[in-house]
Nanobody, 115 residues
Framework: QVQLVESGGGLVQPGGSLRLSCAASRSIFSSYTMNWYRQAPGKQRELVATITNSGNINYADSVKGRFTISRDNAKNTVYLQMNNLKPEDTAVYYC?????????WGQGTQVTVSS
């Protein structure tokens, strides 16, 4: 079993920045792909950023050039640095760990971009 705990959400003005963190309860990055998803009210959950166990990174087109996913293996933590935030980035952001045998989700953290 793996617990994922997100933190770092909040209220920010358009153009601002936030850094989300996802702490795993044990070392999993060597065998799990780590993902950040988001879900806005009334919309489906969408994949925002991915970092594979080998370090390959991908982003949704809507966040390319603004968001950066990274990880600290020593801290068992994945980050999502979000810059130049827009109102349409408002959503609950979820951390996800996925492997062949299954996946785990965090509880989510709210990000609100508003003036």
């Amino acid at each position: 079993q793996v617990q994922l705990v997100e933190s770092g959400g909040g209220l920010v003005q358009p153009g601002g920045s936030l850094r989300l963190s996802c702490a795993a309860s044990r070392s999993i990055f060597s065998s799990y792909t780590m993902n950040w998803y988001r879900q806005a009210p009334g919309k489906q959950r969408e994949l925002v950023a991915t970092i594979t166990n080998s370090g390959n990174i991908n982003y949704a087109d809507s966040v390319k050039g603004r968001f950066t996913i990274s990880r600290d293996n020593a801290k068992n933590t994945v980050y999502l640095q979000m810059n130049n935030l827009k109102p349409e980035d408002t959503a609950v952001y979820y951390c996800n760990a996925r492997a062949i045998l299954g996946q785990y989700w965090g509880q989510g953290t709210q990000v609100t971009v508003s003036s």
